[in-house]
C-alpha cells in the first residue's frame, strides 16, 4: 500500500479529530540549485528527465528512511524540499539531530549524479527548529486534504534561507532545548540562528515507535483510486500546473475545500497544501494521474473562479507542458509528483504574482489567447531558469470569443451542409424539424460542421446551447448549464442579484407570449426551473411537491420553456458531447419531444461513438430522425486543410507526413500542422522528409483521457502491445505477458475502439498516434526492458526460422540499447534482403551499420563491399566507385578485400 499520508493524519481522522496541537521538532530540507539543474537535465530530453527523476527519487527514499528510522516523518512534499517533524512526546532532540548528521553523510556520499549527460552534483540546505506545531485535516466529500503549520515549520524554512550549501542552520528556539551531553560545534549567524560545523554521533534517547496499522481504506479518502492503482514508477504527460496562495483567516479551511470542490468540478487533481507563515499554498494538477480533455480549458476556468472570490486574495502561476509524473518517496511515505522546468515555472509565476493575479506562461498563452483577455506583463529572469521567461496575465473569458471561433477555411463536407439545410425546412413553415445525429470520433469534425452550418443558418434562428461534461454527469447538467447561461446567472452575483436577474428573464419572455396556456405555465412552474439554478423560496411550488412531484414538473417547466422560446423564433436545441448526458437529461428530451408537430425547434445532437464503439442513441419514437456520420478526410482534402496553415508552397514530403500521421482526422492534421510551424520545423528549401514530430498535445490529450478511462491492467497490456509496432501478433504478446488466457482481455480492449482484428492471430491499432502515444507516455527503462523482452520472446518462438523475424530483433535489441546483438541481426537481415534481391532494403541495413555503430574494422570492410556489389549490381556505378575506393585507400582494411575492391574497381573504370 502506498503511503501517502502521514499515520498521525490517519489515526487522528479515523477518531474525528480535526485539529491537534503538539510540541515538535523539525527539519526542512531543499535542493539546492534543483531549478537549474532540472532545466539542463529537461533539454536532454524525456531521458534526461528520467535519469534526474530516478536519481532525485532515490535519495529522496534513502533520506526518508533515515527520517523514520529516528522515529520522525515526513508531514509533506514540495518539490524540491520536504519537511520532517518529530513529536516531542515520542522524540528527542537527538533523533533530529542524529536524521540531520546522516542526510548530509548521504548527500555528501552519494549525491554525485554521473550521467551520459555529464555530472552533476546535488547540494542541500537545511534547517532545524523546535515549537508549537499544528495538524488540520480538511474533509471533503470529493477529497480529503491536510496540513501543518506552526512556529518549528516556520523557524526550520526560516532557518534554511540562511543555510550555506551543504550546511545545517537551527534556529534560537531548538538551542534552548540542548542540554549538556551535547558536545556540538557552531559558530552565530545572527541572534537567532545558527550554523552546525560538526555533529557528533549521538546515543539515540527516544522510544523506538511501533505501530503496525496499515488505515489503507482511510487513505483513500485523501487520494483518488488512480495513484493506488498504479503499477509503473511514472510516465510522461502534458500537464497543466496551478500554484496559488491565500492568506490564512478564520475560513482557511472552508475556502480550501471550496477550491478543493471547484478543481474536481473542472477535473483537475488537488495535491498538496502547505502552510508558513500565515499564507497557505495549494498545488494543482490537470492531466495527472488522469487526464481529460481541453485540461487548460478547464484549469482556467478555475483559476478564473477562484480569482473572482476577491475575499482570498489569491496569487496564481500557471505553466503547461510535458513532464515526468510518478511517485516519489519509498516504503515509508510516498508522494504523487510531477518534475520538469514547466512546474517550476509555475512556482516562480506565482511568486512574482501580485494579489488577484493568474500570471500564466508562453503555453497557456497560445492556447487561450483566441478565447481570453490576457495582458502581457514582461519577460523576465525567474530564479533558476537561464532564459527569460515572458509572462501574461490571465484577465478574463473574452464574451465575444465565439463569433471568430474557427479561424481556417472550411474544407468539404458540401453534402454534409446541404443535408443539414434540409433538415432544418420545416422550421420555415414553424413545424417540429426532429433530430439531427452529428457523430464521428475524436477530431473529425463535429462542432466545425455545426459552427458552418449555423453560419449558413443566419441570425433567424435562436440557438440554445447545451453541453454534457464528461465528469460533471449529475441529474439535468446540460440543461442546468443552459439555464445558468439564459437567465445571467453569476456565481460572483449576490443571491438576491441572481434572483433579480431571473425573475427579469422570466417577465420579459412572458410579455413577448401571446398563447395563453404557455404564458399561465410560464409562471406556474418558474420555481422548477429556479431551483434547477439554486434559487430558492419557501412556500414555492417547488417545496411543497414531493420528490416525484419536483421531477416531474421539471420535465413540464424545460419542455414550457422550449416552447415559449419557439412561438418567439424557431429555436435549435444543440446537445454538446451527448454521449456523456446524464439519464434525467435523456428523459426530459423525451418528453420535451412529445406531441409538438406545430412548434418550431429542432434538435442536434453532437455526439461521439460510446467507449465500446455503440453509437449514441436517444429513446425516441414518430419523429423525424436524420443521422450525418463523419468519416475520414481523403488525402486531397487533408492537403487542403494543411496547405490552408502552412501555405500552398508546402512540399509534397510534408504532406505527405502529416496525411501519414494524421490518417485523414481533420484536427489531427490541423494539430500537427500547427505544431510544424510553431516550431519552426518546415524549411521550405529543403524536402523536409525527415522531420520529427513530437505528437502535439491536444492530441496527446484526447489520446491518453480515452486510455486513463481504461483499468491499469487494460492500459498495461495496450503499453505492452505498442512496442510491438502498429501491427502485432497475440501469441508475441500473450507470451510476453506470460498470460495465456490474454485473448480476451485483447477483445475487450478491442471494444474499446482502441485496436481491431486483422484476423484470428493478429491486431492492428485504430490509428498510429494511439500507438504513438501510448508508446511515447512510457519511461525509457521500462521500454528498453519490454523491448528486450520483445526480442527474446520473438527469438524463442521463431528460433527454428529466425530469417522470417531477422528485422524486428534487430529493431528491437537496437531499441534495448543492446547493440552488439543488434548489430547481429542487422547485418543478417541485410544478408537475406541481398539474397533475396532486394537491395535497397538490404542497402538501408548496410548503411545503419556502417553510419551508427561501432563497428571493427574487418567487419566496416566487410560491410562496405557487401554493399559496393549491390551498388555495383543496381548500376549506381558512381557510388560503388567510391565505396571501393573507401576501402583501397583505408589503412585499416583487410587485404583480401582489398584486392577485390582492386578487381572490381578497375571493371568499373
Not at 533530529?96 to 547540494?123: C, D, P, Q, V, W
Not at 518549528?152 to 550549501?165: C, D, G, M, V
Not at 487520494?223 to 482557511?252: A, M, Q, W
Not at 557510388?879 to 583505408?890: D, G, L, P, Q, Y
Request: hydrophobic fraction near 35%; glycine fraction near 4%; aromatic fraction near 10%.
Amino acid at each position: 500500500m502506498k503511503k501517502l499520508v502521514p499515520k498521525i493524519i490517519l489515526e487522528n481522522y479515523v477518531k474525528n479529530n480535526f485539529h491537534k496541537r503538539f510540541e515538535a521538532y523539525s527539519l526542512f530540507i531543499d535542493i539546492s540549485g534543483f531549478t537549474e539543474m532540472t532545466e539542463k537535465m529537461m533539454k536532454e530530453g524525456k531521458e534526461g528527465a528520467e535519469v534526474f527523476s530516478h536519481h532525485l527519487n532515490d535519495l529522496f527514499d534513502k533520506a526518508v528512511d533515515i527520517i523514520y528510522k529516528n522515529n520522525g516523518f515526513v508531514s509533506i512534499f514540495e518539490g524540491d524540499s520536504f519537511t520532517a517533524l518529530f513529536k516531542e512526546k515520542k522524540c528527542r532532540i537527538t533523533d533530529l539531530l542524529n536524521s540531520a548528521n546522516s542526510i548530509s553523510n548521504l548527500f555528501k556520499e552519494e549525491g554525485e549524479l554521473k550521467t551520459k549527460f555529464g555530472i552533476f552534483r546535488l547540494k542541500f540546505n537545511m534547517g532545524l527548529s523546535y515549537g508549537e506545531t499544528q495538524m488540520h485535516i480538511i474533509e471533503n466529500k470529493n477529497q480529503n486534504s491536510f496540513y501543518f503549520e506552526g512556529e518549528s515549520i516556520n523557524k526550520a524554512a526560516t532557518a534554511e534561507k540562511h543555510s550555506p550549501q551543504n550546511g545545517i542552520v537551527f534556529s534560537k528556539n531548538l538551542f534552548e532545548k540542548f542540554n549538556c551531553s551535547i558536545n556540538m560545534k557552531y559558530r552565530t549567524i545572527n541572534d537567532n540562528f545558527f550554523l552546525i560545523e560538526n555533529i557528533p554521533v549521538l546515543e539515540k534517547t527516544g522510544t523506538k515507535i511501533k505501530n503496525n496499522r496499515e488505515y489503507k481504506k482511510t487513505m483513500k479518502d485523501f487520494y483518488p483510486e488512480s495513484i493506488f492503482n498504479k503499477k509503473l514508477k511514472g510516465e510522461f504527460r502534458d500537464v497543466v500546473t496551478v500554484f496559488l496562495t491565500i492568506e490564512k483567516t478564520k475560513k482557511l479551511k472552508e475556502h480550501i475545500s471550496s477550491i478543493i470542490e471547484k478543481t474536481h468540478k473542472y477535473g483537475g487533481y488537488f495535491n498538496n497544501i502547505s502552510l508558513r507563515n500565515r499564507k497557505a499554498c495549494l498545488l494543482i494538477y490537470f492531466g495527472t494521474p488522469t487526464t481529460n480533455e481541453n485540461i487548460v480549458q478547464r484549469a482556467s476556468k478555475l483559476a478564473l473562479e477562484i480569482h473572482n472570490l476577491k475575499k482570498l486574495n489569491s496569487k496564481m502561476g500557471m505553466s503547461y507542458g510535458r513532464v515526468f509524473t510518478g511517485l516519489r518517496g519509498g516504503e515509508k511515505r510516498t508522494d504523487f509528483t510531477c518534475l520538469g522546468t514547466e512546474i517550476n515555472i509555475a512556482a516562480r509565476l506565482m511568486q512574482e504574482a501580485g494579489k488577484n493575479d493568474i500570471f500564466i506562461d508562453t503555453n497557456i498563452y497560445k492556447n487561450l489567447k483566441d478565447s481570453h483577455q490576457i495582458k502581457k506583463i514582461s519577460a523576465q529572469y525567474l530564479k533558476g531558469i537561464s532564459k527569460k521567461v515572458p509572462i501574461y496575465n490571465l484577465i478574463s473569458r473574452r464574451k465575444d470569443f465565439n463569433k471568430n471561433f474557427f479561424k481556417n477555411k472550411f474544407i468539404g463536407r458540401k453534402k454534409q451542409i446541404r443535408k443539414l439545410i434540409e433538415t432544418a425546412d420545416p422550421l420555415k413553415e414553424n413545424k417540429f424539424g426532429g433530430i439531427v445525429y452529428i457523430e464521428g470520433t475524436a477530431g473529425i469534425g463535429k462542432t466545425r460542421l455545426t459552427y458552418e452550418f449555423r453560419k449558413k443558418l443566419g441570425n433567424n434562428i435562436k440557438w440554445l446551447y447545451l453541453p454534457s461534461n464528461e465528469i460533471i454527469r449529475k441529474s439535468f447538467n446540460p440543461f442546468k448549464s443552459f439555464l445558468r447561461s439564459y437567465f445571467n446567472q453569476n456565481e460572483n452575483n449576490s443571491q438576491k442579484q441572481n434572483r433579480t436577474n431571473f425573475e427579469e428573464k422570466i417577465n420579459n419572455l412572458k410579455q413577448k407570449i401571446e398563447e395563453p396556456e404557455i404564458k399561465n405555465e410560464l409562471e406556474r412552474s418558474k420555481s422548477f426551473l429556479a431551483a434547477l439554478i439554486n434559487i430558492h423560496k419557501e412556500n414555492s411550488l417547488y417545496y411543497k411537491l414531493k420528490p416525484e412531484g419536483r421531477y416531474k414538473n421539471t420535465l413540464y417547466a424545460l419542455k414550457n420553456l422550449i416552447l415559449a422560446e419557439s412561438l418567439i423564433h424557431p429555436v435549435i436545441l444543440y446537445f454538446e458531447d451527448s454521449q456523456w448526458m446524464d439519464n434525467d437529461s435523456i428523459s426530459a428530451i423525451e418528453h420535451i419531444t412529445r406531441d409538438v408537430k406545430n412548434y418550431p425547434f429542432l434538435i442536434i445532437s453532437e455526439c461521439r461513438f460510446k467507449e465500446d464503439g455503440e453509437k449514441f442513441r436517444f429513446r425516441l419514437n414518430n419523429i423525424n430522425k436524420t443521422v450525418i456520420t463523419l468519416q475520414k478526410l481523403s488525402r486531397e482534402r487533408t492537403a487542403n486543410i494543411v496547405e490552408n496553415i502552412l501555405g500552398s508552397d508546402i512540399s509534397k514530403e510534408i504532406l505527405s507526413l502529416i496525411w501519414k500521421k494524421s490518417e485523414g482526422n481533420p484536427f489531427y492534421a490541423e494539430q500537427i500542422a500547427k505544431y510544424l510551424k510553431e516550431n519552426n520545423l518546415i524549411n521550405k528549401n529543403k524536402k523536409n522528409d525527415n522531420v520529427a514530430i513530437q505528437i502535439p498535445d491536444k492530441i496527446n490529450t484526447v489520446i491518453i483521457s480515452r486510455l486513463d478511462k481504461l483499468t491499469e491492467e487494460l492500459k498495461q497490456i495496450i503499453q505492452t502491445a505498442s512496442v510491438l509496432g502498429r501491427e502485432f501478433y497475440v501469441n508475441i504478446l500473450s507470451r510476453m505477458l506470460k498470460n495465456e488466457n490474454i485473448s480476451k482481455k485483447i477483445k475487450e480492449i478491442e471494444k474499446r475502439n482502441i485496436w481491431s482484428a486483422i484476423n484470428e492471430i493478429k491486431y492492428i491499432f485504430k490509428h498510429a498516434l494511439i500507438r504513438e502515444t501510448a508508446y511515447n507516455m512510457q519511461l525509457k527503462e521500462r521500454l528498453r526492458k519490454i523491448h528486450k523482452l520483445a526480442a527474446n520472446t520473438i527469438e524463442s518462438i521463431y528460433k527454428k526460422n529466425p530469417a522470417k523475424v531477422y528485422g524486428d530483433l534487430g529493431y528491437h535489441y537496437e531499441k534495448a540499447e543492446e547493440y552488439e546483438k543488434a548489430a547481429k541481426y542487422i547485418e543478417l537481415e541485410g544478408n537475406h534482403a541481398k539474397d533475396n534481391y532486394q537491395n535497397q532494403k538490404a542497402l538501408n541495413n548496410y548503411d545503419k551499420l556502417l553510419n551508427n555503430y561501432n563497428l571493427s574494422n574487418n567487419k566496416r570492410t566487410e560491410i562496405m563491399f557487401k554493399k559496393g556489389i549491390i551498388l555495383r549490381f543496381i548500376g549506381k556505378v558512381d557510388k560503388a566507385k567510391n565505396t571501393f575506393k573507401k576501402i583501397i585507400e583505408s589503412n585499416d582494411s583487410n587485404q583480401l578485400t582489398k584486392i577485390k575492391s582492386i578487381r572490381l574497381l578497375g571493371e568499373l573504370l
